[in-house]
C-alpha cells in the first residue's frame, strides 16, 4: 500500500475503538493512518475473557457504566447497539455463546474478533503502522501533525484511542491523558477499576482461605452485586468484588452478604428447631466448610446454637448478611482491567466525541471517563465511542 503524509485522520491506539473507528471512517472513504506503539494490533482483546472474548453484553445501557456525567454514554451506546457488533459478528462467522448475565463470547478464540477487526480495516483501506513510538504530537493552521519513527504524518482530525494505564506491563500508558492535558482538555482523576481489593490488619487472616468462592451480594456505597466472591492470599477478588471495586473509596467498607437467599430471623428459627447443631455446621450447609468455619469463628458463638441467646443468634446472623470488610487498597493498575477516570466527558461532544474547544480532537475508548461494569460492557463502549468518531472524522 502506499505510504501518505497527508491523511484525513490520524488515530493513535489500535485497540479496540481504534481498531473501530479506523474501519468505519476507512469505508466512508476516508484516508485513515492507524499507530500504535506495540507491534500487534488489539493486544488487549487477545488476552480478554480468558481468551475468548467477552465481546459485548446484551443488557447493555448507560446505567452499566460509571461517569462524572452518567448520561454521556447515551447517544453512541443507542446508535451502535450490541446488536450491531452481533450482526459484524456472525457476518464474519464467528461462532459465539451467551455465558451468564447478556454476557456474549466467542466460542473459539479472542483472535477471531482481532481478525474481524483486521479484515475490516484492509475492506476501508486503512493504513496500520505499528511499533514506533509516538515521538511530538502538536496542531498548528487547521493540521495536526504527528511524528513517529523517521516519519511524519498531518491531518485535519485526530482521535487519541489510547486506552488507559492498566496493565502496564502489556503497554498500556497514561499518553492519552499527557496529550488531552497538552491541548487544554480536563482528566478525571484515573484510577484502577475492576480490580482486586487487599485487606490488612485484622483482616489478613482471611488470606489463610485464599482460593475459597461463594456466591454473595458484594455492596460498595448504595451499588450492589450478586456474583462469586473470591479469597486470595491478598484478599478478596471474583467477579462481585471486581464489580464493587470500580464504586470503592478509600476507607469505606465493602459490605458482604454471604447468605443472600436467607430471610432475616432464619438463624434463630434454626436455633430453635436444632438447638444441639454448632453454627458452623449449619453454616457449612450454604457455604464451602473452610470459610463457614472461619465465618463461626469470627462469630464467637461456639459450641451448641441452642446454649446462644436469640439477641446472639440473631446478631450474627445480621452480620453474615452485612459483613464489613474495610479493605486498605486495591492491586493497582498492575492487576486492574480497566480503569476509571480519564479524558473529562464535560470536553467532548457525546455524538461525536469531538473536543467542544479543540477542533479536530476526538477521544474514545478506555481513555474517555466512561468505565463500564464486568461483562462485556467496556468493548461495547470502545466499539459505540469508536463508531461515533468514526462517522465524523
Ligand atoms: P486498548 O487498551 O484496547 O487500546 C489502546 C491501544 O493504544 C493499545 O493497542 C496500546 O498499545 C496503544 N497505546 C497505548 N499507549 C500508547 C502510546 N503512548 N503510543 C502508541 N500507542 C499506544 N472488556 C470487555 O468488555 N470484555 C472482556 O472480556 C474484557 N476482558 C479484559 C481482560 C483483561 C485482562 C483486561 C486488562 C481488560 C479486559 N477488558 C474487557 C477491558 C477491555 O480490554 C478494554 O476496556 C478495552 O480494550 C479498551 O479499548 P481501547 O481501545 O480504549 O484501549
Not at 486498605?328 to 492491586?331: D, K, L, S
Not at 480519564?342 to 473536543?355: K, R, V
Given at each position: 500500500m502506499t505510504t501518505h503524509t497527508t491523511y484525513d485522520t490520524i488515530i493513535l491506539g489500535a485497540g479496540a475503538a481504534g481498531l473501530m473507528c479506523a474501519f468505519t471512517a476507512g469505508q466512508r472513504g476516508r484516508r485513515v493512518l492507524l499507530l500504535d506503539h506495540a507491534e500487534a494490533i488489539g493486544k488487549k482483546i487477545l488476552i480478554s475473557g480468558g481468551g475468548r472474548c467477552n465481546f459485548t453484553n446484551l443488557h447493555t445501557a448507560a446505567d452499566c457504566y460509571i461517569s462524572a456525567?452518567?448520561?454521556?454514554a447515551k447517544s453512541a451506546l443507542g446508535r451502535y447497539t450490541a446488536q450491531d457488533f452481533l450482526a459484524l459478528v456472525e457476518a464474519h462467522g464467528i461462532a459465539w455463546h451467551e455465558k451468564t448475565l447478556g454476557q456474549l463470547f466467542c466460542d473459539g478464540s479472542a483472535k477471531q474478533i482481532v481478525a474481524l477487526l483486521q479484515d475490516e480495516c484492509d475492506k476501508g483501506g486503512v493504513e496500520i503502522a505499528l511499533g514506533e513510538a509516538i515521538r511530538d504530537v502538536d496542531h498548528a493552521d487547521g493540521q495536526y501533525r504527528v511524528s513517529f519513527g523517521d516519519r511524519t504524518a498531518r491531518a485535519p482530525s485526530l482521535v487519541i484511542a489510547t486506552g488507559g494505564p492498566s496493565i502496564p506491563q502489556m503497554g498500556a500508558t497514561g499518553f492519552a491523558y499527557d496529550l488531552a492535558r497538552r491541548f487544554g482538555l480536563k482528566v478525571v482523576e484515573p484510577r484502577p477499576a475492576l480490580v482486586p481489593l487487599t485487606l490488612g490488619g485484622?483482616?489478613?487472616?482471611?488470606?489463610?482461605?485464599?482460593?475459597v468462592a461463594a456466591e454473595v451480594v458484594a455492596k460498595a456505597g448504595k451499588t450492589k452485586f450478586r456474583e462469586a466472591a473470591l479469597f486470595t492470599h491478598k484478599g478478596l477478588s471474583g467477579p462481585a468484588i471486581l464489580q464493587v471495586s470500580s464504586y470503592w473509596r478509600h476507607s469505606e467498607p465493602v459490605g458482604i452478604d454471604?447468605?443472600?437467599d436467607l430471610k432475616p430471623g432464619w438463624l434463630v428459627g434454626v436455633k430453635h428447631a436444632r438447638p444441639r447443631v454448632s453454627l458452623a455446621s449449619v453454616l457449612s450447609n450454604h457455604l464451602p466448610g473452610r470459610l463457614a468455619e472461619t465465618l463461626a469463628d469470627r462469630l464467637g458463638i461456639e459450641g451448641e446454637l441452642g446454649a446462644a441467646t436469640d439477641k446472639a443468634v440473631d446478631a450474627a446472623a445480621r452480620q453474615l448478611a452485612d459483613w464489613r470488610f474495610s479493605p486498605?487498597?486495591?492491586?493497582g493498575f498492575a492487576k486492574a482491567e480497566v480503569t476509571a477516570g480519564?479524558?473529562?466527558?464535560?470536553?467532548?461532544?457525546?455524538?461525536?466525541?469531538?473536543?467542544r474547544k479543540v477542533p479536530g480532537l476526538y477521544a474514545i475508548g478506555e481513555a474517555v471517563d466512561v468505565t463500564g461494569w464486568l461483562g462485556g460492557y467496556n468493548f461495547q463502549w470502545a466499539w459505540a465511542s469508536g463508531w461515533a468518531a468514526g462517522q465524523v472524522v
Open positions: 456525567n452518567p448520561h454521556f485484622d483482616e489478613t487472616l482471611f488470606r489463610s482461605l485464599s482460593g454471604f447468605l443472600p486498605n487498597g486495591t492491586e480519564g479524558i473529562s466527558t464535560a470536553e467532548l461532544s457525546s455524538q461525536t466525541m469531538e473536543a
